[in-house]
């Protein structure tokens, strides 16, 4: 919502899914900053009758079953999706600002990720997002 506003104009000031165009809010960004540390899933539960009455009340735009929620830490091809969707629907110069993960126990796995991070970093690079900068913030 608030990218839509301080991109587009479009605003949704009571977080209810109806926008206003204004354009005195419209290209107040120069780039956007992504952070990405893993995926988010959901499924439609059994009792979505019932959460479909909760929610409404919450938010309409709170639109899956907080029951079924699912990370998946692993999923780095996730930050392609991200990069160019993100791309697609805002047309701003990306700068990637995180994308650490934690390996305590130094098993390899950080390195891992950041390697399989910079390859789908230059693979949205290659199907012409305009990446201006990666910082996978590795903590020793």
Do not use: H
């Not at 789908?120 to 997002?129: F, H, K, L, P, S």
């Amino acid at each position: 919502l608030f990218l839509d506003a301080t991109v587009k104009g479009n605003l949704d000031d009571n977080w209810n899914g109806e926008q206003v165009f204004r354009p005195d809010l419209t290209n107040r960004m120069d780039f956007l900053c992504i952070n990405y540390y893993f995926r988010v899933t959901t499924s439609e539960s059994p009792i979505a009758p019932l959460l479909d009455m909760i929610q409404d009340d919450l938010n309409p735009l709170f639109t899956f079953s907080p029951l079924d929620v699912e990370f998946d830490a692993n999923y780095s091809k996730g930050l392609y999706d991200v990069l160019v969707d993100t791309w697609n629907v805002y047309q701003l110069p990306i700068i990637v600002s995180e994308v650490g993960k934690s390996d305590p126990d130094d098993t390899g796995t950080q390195e891992r990720w950041i390697i399989e991070t910079i390859v789908y970093n230059r693979r949205a690079m290659a199907a012409g997002v305009p990446v201006e900068g990666y910082d996978p913030d590795r903590q020793l």
